[in-house]
C-alpha cells in the first residue's frame, strides 16, 4: 500500500553511505534533512550527493531539506564535566563560559535552562559585556547534577533581540543554495519578518538557473506560537520542533499546540512536519516503545504532511529499522477507520476557487471509486491543494521541473511523477494519463480523474474523469 504521510530522516553518520540510503528510501525515506547544526561543509557535501546519487539511481524523487542552525546558544568548551548542586552559586563568564554573548539580554529573576532543562539556573545578576571587558551572569542552581561541554542552553523568560541570521547561517546559506537543496529550514523564528529577510537574502544569494528553495519555519519559541498566523501567511512549510518548544514551554502545552498548528496550516494547504523524538529511544533499541508508537500514530491521524527522524537515523544505530518502523506504523494507520476520507474546501479568499476545485475532484474521485487522481503542475501549487484534500484515492503530479518535483515529495499523498514538455495544450490530459500509466501507476481500464489548468501554467479550473486506454 502506498505511504500517503512522507517521512523526513536527518542524515549523518549514521546513514550518509549510499548502501544505506538506497535502503532507507527503499523503506520510505521522502526527504533528507540536513542539520547544518553538526558537521561541516565537506561531509554536508559529501551527505547531499550521495542522496543525489541514490535518488537519480532509484528514480525515486527524494526532496533535501538543509536546516540551519541559528543562534543556538551552548555551554562553551570545558576539560570535564563541572559539578553542581541545588543552592549553589555560580558564574558564567568565570566557572564557564557560553559561545554567545546573552549578558544584553537576561535579566535578573530570569531562568537559564541547560541540556532540554534538565539543568535550571535562576539568574541573581547580570553584569553586561562593556568594550573588552567580558560580562557575567550570576546564578544560583535550581536543579542538576552537572554542566557538560556544548550543551544546548534555553533561555524561557527572555525576550531576546539579537539577529536570528549568525555568521554561520550566513555560510551555510550559501553554501546550501549552490547545492540547490529544495527546502531551507529556519530555527528560532520570532515573527513573520525573520521569513521575509531570508527569502530577500535567497533572492541575493541564489545561483542563476536555480530554482528557489521552498521556506520551511521552525515553531521552537513562545514569539513564534504567539505570532504562528503572522509567520503562516509569509511562509512555504512549517516543522513542529518540539525539542526546543517543549523546553521553552511547558511541556503539557506542547500536544495542544502541535494540533493547532497542524489544522492552521491544513487551512492554508501549507507543508507541516511534526519533528523532535518520535522514535527517539530506537537511537539505541531496534524496537520503539509503545508510547512512541502512539505518537507517531497520532501525528498520523491529525493528517500532519510529514513525521520526523533527528538523532535516530543521523547518530543512532539501527537508521533503517528507524524508517522502515515509521513506515509501518504510518500504513497500519492509514488503512484505519481513522483514516476515512474527508474533502476540506478551505483556504484563504485568493486560493478558495483552488481549494473548491481540488475538493470537487476529491468528491469526484470517491464519488466514481478512481483508482486514481492525475494532476499537472509547473509551480507545485495544484500539487499543494490537491494534497491539502487528503484524498482516499492516490495522487499522481506530473511536472516538467525536476526541483518542483522534489519539493513535493514532502506533501501528504502526493507521488511527484517527472515528466518531459508537452507542446499540444488540447491533449494534455490525456499525455499526463499516458505518463502515470507509462510509469506503472495506473492500467487499462482505470477510472483516474484528471486535474488541471488550461490553458498551461494558470490556476487549476478543469476536473475530468476518464478511463485510462
Known sequence: MLKRTKIVATIGPASNAIPVLIRMVQAGLNVARINFSHGTHESNLFSINNVKAVSKKLGVPVAILADLQGPKIRVGSIDAPIPIKPGQKITIGEDFNMDFDITTSVKPGERLLIEDGLIEFKILKVVPTSGKTKGKIYCEVVNGDAVRARKGINMPDTHTTFPIMTDKDMDDLKFSLKQDVDYMALSFVRGPEDVINLKQLMKKYLPKGFTMPKVMVKIEIPSAVERFDEILAETDAVMVARGDLGVELPAARVPVIQKTIIRKSLEVAKPVIVAT????????????????????????????DAVMLSGETSTGSYPLECVQTMAEIIRDVEASE??????????????????AIAGSACDLAHGVGADAIISVTESGFTGRFMSQQ???????????????????ALLWGVQPVAKKWYKDPTALLDHAVDEVKKAGFVKKGDRVVVVAGRPTGSRINIVEMKVVA
Open 277 to 304: 523524538q518520535m522514535l527517539d529511544s530506537m537511537i539505541h533499541n531496534p524496537r520503539p516503545t509503545r508510547a512512541e508508537v502512539s505518537d507517531v500514530a497520532n501525528a498520523v491521524i491529525d493528517r500532519a
Open 338 to 355: 481513522f483514516m476515512a476520507e474527508e474533502c476540506l474546501f478551505m483556504g484563504e479568499p485568493d486560493e478558495v476557487h483552488a481549494s
Open 390 to 408: 487528503r484524498p482516499h484515492a492516490p495522487v499522481y503530479v506530473l511536472s516538467t521541473n525536476p526541483s518542483v518535483c522534489r519539493q513535493m
